[in-house]
């Protein structure tokens, strides 16, 4: 891994960017960098008004305290990213949380 990445500033969805908390690829790998290759620009992603993923994964806030909540945001038609997979914290509260 350390060959061909190297750590960098990383920004986390709901929390902001933390410093070396995620990958970059060595420039000695650039040729296979896409970023540099397709000459991308990457949107900052948004947080769907009224979620509160950010809080949630922070610890701050439980999935029942969303006002979106099995209300309008379940595992069917998610809201949220952490309503999207069966590893996000709105998902399994939702399919195990009785
Ligand atoms: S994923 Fe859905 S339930 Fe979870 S915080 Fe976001 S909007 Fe609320």
Redesign the pocket.
């Known amino acids: 891994m350390y060959q061909v990445f190297e750590p960098t500033d990383a920004p986390w969805r709901g929390i902001g960017t933390i410093a070396e908390s995620g990958l970059k690829i060595r420039k000695e790998f650039d040729s296979f960098n896409a970023e540099k290759k397709f000459d991308l620009a990457v949107p900052d992603s948004k947080?769907?008004k009224?979620?509160?993923?950010g809080?949630?994964l922070l610890g701050l806030?439980t999935?029942p305290e969303?006002?979106?909540?099995?209300k309008?945001?379940v595992p069917e038609y998610?809201?949220?990213?952490?309503?999207?997979s069966t590893e996000?914290?709105?998902?399994a509260?939702?399919k195990y949380h009785t």
Do not use: D, Q, R, S
Request: proline share 17%; glycine share 10%; net charge neutral.
């Open positions: 947080e769907p009224g979620c509160a993923c809080e949630i806030k999935p969303c006002p979106l909540y099995k309008v945001c998610p809201v949220g990213p952490c309503m999207v996000g914290t709105c998902a509260y939702y």
